[in-house]
């Protein structure tokens, strides 16, 4: 198992999609009017990208541009300080096949929001990390 300096373990890239794959609700990062912006976002994970809809004039609209945005999803457990933390960094572009748009409208995935939204968008996950708390004494307070 590899730690990295914090003493977090580092996730695999098949333990990251994993996790991905179990979620449905994340966080994407963009810039919209040349400042940084993070929305929740419904997401669904397929083999080479991570999908969420969106409503057409909402801030998210701005990501729909080739823009490289960053994506992120974690489970945590405060009780227990564990839980894990997978960051996608990647091409945002509007999904156009049919058949991947008709599938993803049918895919039953948690809804967070009120709708899915009137299009798609596909997040590549070829940067991809990980990191695990696997628990401890508790947080430190300085």
Same mark, same amino acid.
């Given at each position: ?80 300080? #564990? ?5 996608? #960094? ?53």
């Amino acid at each position: 198992m590899e730690v990295d300096h914090n003493g977090l373990e580092v996730l695999d890239r098949s333990e990251c999609l994993r996790l991905l794959s179990r979620s449905s609700l994340g966080r994407i990062g963009f810039t919209s009017g040349a400042l940084p912006t993070v929305l929740p976002v419904n997401f669904h994970l397929e083999a080479s990208a991570s999908w969420y809809g969106i409503r057409r004039g909402s801030r998210l609209d701005d990501a729909l541009r080739n823009a490289v945005v960053a994506f992120e999803a974690d489970d945590l457990e405060p009780e227990a300080h #564990t839980g894990w933390s997978v960051a996608v #960094t990647g091409l945002a572009t509007a999904v156009r096949d049919l058949a991947e748009l008709d599938d993803a409208r049918h895919e039953p995935a948690d809804r967070w929001t009120p709708s899915p939204g009137d299009s798609l968008v596909a997040i590549s996950t070829e940067l991809l990390t990980g990191r695990r708390v696997t628990g401890g004494s508790g947080p430190t307070r300085r």
